[in-house]
């Protein structure tokens, strides 16, 4: 998938630090970090693939999302609301992409151009 003004696509995402249980109270230990990408409800040309779809935030809104300050659940749900469904492009790739093992630029070209 790309955009369809063939620009960068710039994931919501959320991420938090925290201790390892394992670590009992008072002890040092590592803290760990976790990420996860946002979805919502695929409305769009991949919605017929799966049911869900990464909140994509268009370029407009990125330094809006990007906002260390940005904290309060209220502000964050109204920006996220804000957030238009992607217009995006699927594309055919080819089945190298299913496995994880490979990587390189390669793997997300249409199979057109191939």
Aim: no cysteine; net charge negative; proline share 11%.
């Amino acid at each position: 998938m790309s955009p369809q003004d063939g620009g960068i696509v710039g994931f919501a995402r959320h991420y938090g630090f925290w201790r390892d249980p394992e670590i009992p109270d008072g002890e040092d230990g590592e803290w760990r970090m976790s990420t996860t990408i946002l979805t919502r409800p695929a409305a769009d040309a991949l919605g017929h693939i799966h049911d869900r779809t990464p909140v994509i935030v268009p370029a407009d809104l990125q330094a809006d999302w990007l906002d260390p300050g940005l904290s309060d659940k209220t502000e964050i749900r109204s920006l996220l609301d804000a957030i238009p469904d992607p217009e995006i492009l699927p594309r055919e790739v080819g089945k190298p992409v299913g496995n994880v093992r490979n990587n390189g630029p390669g793997l997300v070209e249409p199979m057109g151009d191939r």
